[in-house]
């Protein structure tokens, strides 16, 4: 795995004034992961005011005269989302100052933003068959709209395949919930040959585990509702783009359909960025403890952790993953095993979602939408200590025994 050596954060400037990141720095003039996190998107300190700005609250701004920016109506522009999409850029794409950040109100508001701000009837799209559970209904909008919808998986690059003559093409490496993964470079460079244009769902890996601008990406586009927010108690979504124009007519679909986050919610999500490296450093090393403890088990088929090294996803992902998440998916020999394992679990909330702080699991095809297995469990890592998870999760598989 690469680590923050690979960092090229001095002097980080996005977007104008503010003492983002990477001002300081260690002694190689680089800004490691847990310094940019503290200070990611802090505007220059001003006497008396807090580090961080409170959440502003204001549907309208005062706007004597001609209506100029930035801010003058509370769907277009708020102050407290600028800090947050400066903060998400600084992890997104360190270093970089073409890089423009736009937040929404879920994960989903920002997928769809991508999408149906980029594509035309008669536009191609290739999609993974094996993504987040709401793009199959997704595709079905885009395909009310004359939108041609090709799906491929997402192991083995198989998207390649289907490339020629797309407008766009949706990547989700690792894929949620399977955990495959793709070769972001490979794909990118292709898609860019045939002038497409490329979208990374980068949720899982989150921007500390992997920077899909640096591999080729145009936009990044993440669920913040994950485990950049990381406490299971706000929706939040995001787009990180460097195509100007691309990112304009990103920002116009959301003036449209109006999918802004409330400035509560964007200030509590700035302020959870301040602990993202922490928390990311701890969940993935459980998790990687947590598989490498699931591997030992009779019981459990099907693991899947990119961050084992005899995991089919390992190798690209050692390529292009600094980390490699806090989610562990393995599949036991029923549906009724399965059942009984979740509820005899005390440290491990039986729910969806993942990334939070409390670990979380559940029964994958309970929701239908998932081709996996009736045993299929989806694990979401927390920051418990890893002792007494581990403890746990094998105390819950005994007890779940036939
Ligand atoms: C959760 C998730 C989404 C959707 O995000 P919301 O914030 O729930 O709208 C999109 N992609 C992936 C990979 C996800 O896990």
Same mark, same amino acid.
């Given at each position: 795995?690469?680590? &923050?050596?690979?960092?090229?954060?001095?002097?980080?400037?996005?977007?104008?004034?503010? &003492?983002?990141?990477?001002d300081g720095g260690n002694a190689a003039g680089r800004t490691g992961d847990g310094t940019r996190a503290v200070r990611a998107g802090l505007p220059e300190p001003v006497k008396h005011e807090p580090t961080l700005p409170g959440? $502003?609250?204001?549907?309208?701004?005062?706007?004597?005269?001609?209506?100029?920016g930035p801010y003058t109506y509370g769907r277009d522009e708020n102050p407290t989302w600028t800090l947050l999409e400066r903060a998400i850029g600084e992890l997104e794409a360190p270093g970089r100052d073409d890089v423009e950040t736009l937040v929404f109100a879920s994960g989903m508001a920002a997928i769809s933003s991508v999408l149906f701000s980029q594509l035309r009837a008669g536009d191609a799209v290739v999609l993974p068959s094996d993504g987040y559970q $709401?793009?199959?209904?997704?595709?079905?909008?885009?395909?009310?709209?004359? $939108?041609? $919808?090709r799906t491929a998986p997402t192991g083995g690059d198989a998207q390649l395949d289907v490339l020629d003559g797309a407008k766009l093409l949706w990547i989700e490496t690792p894929s949620n919930p399977g955990l495959d993964v793709c070769d972001v470079r490979r794909l990118a460079e292709a898609a860019h040959t045939r002038g497409a244009l490329v979208a990374v769902d980068n949720t899982l890996a989150s921007p500390l585990g992997q920077r899909p601008l640096e591999l080729g990406a145009d936009f990044s586009v993440a669920s913040g509702t994950k485990q950049l927010t990381g406490h299971g108690d706000i929706l939040l979504g995001y787009v990180t783009g460097h195509d100007a124009e691309a990112m304009t007519a990103v920002r116009r679909w959301r003036k449209i359909v109006g999918a802004i986050p409330g400035p509560m919610e964007a200030w509590l999500a700035h302020r959870s960025i301040a602990t993202l490296e922490l928390r990311v450093e701890r969940q993935n090393a459980t998790a990687l403890k947590v598989a490498e403890a699931l591997r030992e088990r009779p019981e459990v088929s099907g693991l899947r952790y990119p961050g084992l090294p005899d995991d089919p996803s390992h190798k690209i992902a050692s390529q292009q993953m600094r980390r490699y998440g806090c989610v562990v998916s393995f599949t036991l020999p029923t549906r009724a095993r399965a059942d009984r394992f979740l509820d005899a679990l005390r440290l491990v909330d039986d729910a969806t979602s993942f990334g939070g702080v409390r670990s979380t699991a559940e029964r994958r095809g309970r929701w239908g939408g998932d081709s996996v297995p009736e045993g299929f469990i989806r694990l979401s890592v927390g920051a418990e200590d890893s002792e007494d998870l581990l403890a746990d999760l094998l105390r819950a598989l005994d007890e779940s025994a036939d």
């Open positions: 795995m690469n680590d &923050s050596a690979t960092d090229t954060g001095g002097g980080t400037r996005q977007q104008g004034q503010h &003492s983002g990141a990477a959440p $502003v609250f204001a549907a309208h701004f005062h706007l004597p005269g001609d209506p100029t $709401v793009l199959p209904l997704v595709r079905a909008q885009l395909e009310a709209y004359g $939108v041609e $919808v």
